[in-house]
């Protein structure tokens, strides 16, 4: 079978002779095929060009014709230009073209006509085709390469939506950004429309529909505490400001920062005041996906089966881990039941003992719901933490919140894989809503002084169907 390419300048007479004659020898052969290409004469040369040397072939006007070898595969094989493909006609066909010049202008006009008609419909269907404008800030991160293939599978904004993702890191530098755009291109995932580097500061976060928050690595652990959440303000306000400017009014804003994620959602928060700040949250799964994965071990099951384990205070500083409503489905021991049955967690681990506590653990807070006074929650974020006869677990009290100290205090490092999976399910949930009664956590501004907690402090609050 003899598969023809012919390619040529929408505007070229003789591009449109050796068209009509291809079309003429595919209609009274079958083996025959043809396959046309036209460009904009204003494009034309350039993409000769490219051609050419692509192929390391030498053609300098319009048309170029090859043959393409269905049955053997490699390269195409260069025949020429019309003159070419007219002696190739008559010699293996018999057919030629009596053609006059005034017709191939005629055609060669309506050719042109034609190509820029088909141009313009492409454009307009592509407006209104407009792909959903995700923006990742500080994109040179781990976080953000885990991320992509998660964002364009089709499962977290749907299997019909396509999205464009723009990618900027604090100092708006192309920098390694242009090797993660290059991977991501070479994922050929059809909903990805395009991706892209953001270098130009004005342009940030233009017509964005969703912006993800992430870490570059601008905290210097050397300076003082003081010091590093001064320097996080700029950033912060520069952000924000942006947001403001560029984003749309529905934008949702998710913030994976690995240091000071209440301060930096708190701060977009106050520099956005035309964004409802309720789509404006941090992300606590990490966290919660941890402590899971620490009790699943302690109880020799998976992490996906405990349920509803719920986070409290500052996100990644001072902070406790509510087992109240905690549930183990599919625990195998004596009790068993159907999918849908579940045991609560505090109640299958055996090593209880009884007395009066006063606790004051640094980063993390365990409570046992089975006895314990309840007082407000300002407390317990100042540091005092006072409960009186309960029954506690001595595992859940030493052993777990020691192990969780320990990932509290290796979490500067930034999670790549973990931290990706929580953002996309967030997201997940956002478009697509979660599973009905599981609970999770995450970081939003509290309103009024629900839980004895004023509104100018941020808490991750708790999200069910």
């Known amino acids: 079978m003899a598969k023809f390419v012919i390619a040529g300048s929408a505007s070229c007479p003789y591009f449109a002779k050796a068209e009509l004659l291809a079309d003429f020898l595919q209609k009274n052969l079958p083996d025959f095929q043809i396959y046309k290409i036209t460009q904009h004469p204003d494009v034309w040369k350039q993409w000769l060009k490219d051609l050419c040397r692509k192929n390391q072939w030498k053609h300098e006007s319009s048309p170029i014709i090859w043959r393409e ?9 260069l025949l020429g230009g019309f003159n070419e493909f007219l002696e190739h006609a008559q010699l293996y066909y018999g057919v030629t073209s009596k053609m006059m010049t005034s017709e191939m202008l005629i055609i060669a006009g309506e050719n042109l006509e034609t190509h820029i008609e088909i141009e313009q419909e492409d454009e307009e269907l592509k407006k209104k085709i407009s792909p959903l404008r995700v923006w990742i800030t500080g994109a040179s991160c781990p976080t953000c390469y885990n991320l992509i293939p998660l964002l364009v599978n089709g499962e977290v904004f749907g299997m019909e ?14 920098g390694s950004l242009s090797a993660t755009v290059m991977e991501g291109q070479d994922l050929a995932a059809p909903l990805l429309r395009e991706i892209s580097v953001c270098t130009v500061l004005e ?3 233009f017509e964005a529909e969703v912006v993800i928050i992430l870490n570059d690595d601008i905290d210097n652990e050397s300076e003082s505490l003081e010091n590093r959440i001064r320097a996080r303000l700029p ?3 520069l952000f924000g400001s942006l947001i403001e400017k560029n984003a749309r009014r529905t934008v949702k804003v998710i913030v994976a920062a690995k240091t000071f994620l209440n301060l930096t ?24 996906n941890e402590a899971k994965a620490t009790l699943a071990r302690k109880l020799k099951t998976t992490a996906a089966d405990i349920k509803d384990v719920i986070i409290w205070g500052n996100i990644t500083g001072s902070h406790y881990v509510d087992l109240r409503k905690a549930k183990v489905f599919r625990y195998n021991s004596a009790i068993w039941g159907p999918p849908s049955y579940s045991r609560y967690l505090l109640s299958l681990i055996f090593d209880r003992i009884k007395g009066n506590q006063k606790k004051d653990h640094k980063n993390v807070w365990i409570f046992d719901p089975i006895h314990f006074t309840p007082f407000g929650l300002a407390e317990v974020l100042s540091g005092i933490y006072f409960l009186k006869k309960f029954i506690h677990s001595e595992w859940i009290s030493k052993e777990f919140v020691n192990s969780f100290n320990v990932l509290s205090s290796t979490r500067r490092f930034q999670r790549g894989i973990s931290t990706a999976h929580s953002v996309a399910t967030i997201l997940k949930f956002w478009y697509h809503d979660s599973p009905p009664g599981e609970i999770f956590s995450l970081g939003l501004m509290s309103e009024g002084k629900a839980h004895c907690i004023w509104r100018s402090i941020n808490l991750p609050a708790i999200h069910s169907s």
């Not at 070898?69 to 094989?77: F, H, Q, V």
């Not at 939506?161 to 192309?174: A, K, P, Q, V, Y």
Request: proline residues 4%; charged residues 20%.
């Open 161 to 174: 939506e396509e999205i464009s993702i723009h990618l900027l890191n604090n100092s708006f530098e192309e």
């Open 69 to 77: 070898l269905l049955d053997r595969g490699g390269k195409g094989l």
């Open 203 to 205: 342009e940030a976060f």
């Open 235 to 237: 950033l912060c306000q």
């Open 265 to 288: 959602t708190s701060l977009l928060i106050t520099y956005t005041p035309s964004i409802n700040p309720r789509n404006i949250i941090a992300v606590a799964m990490v966290m919660e």
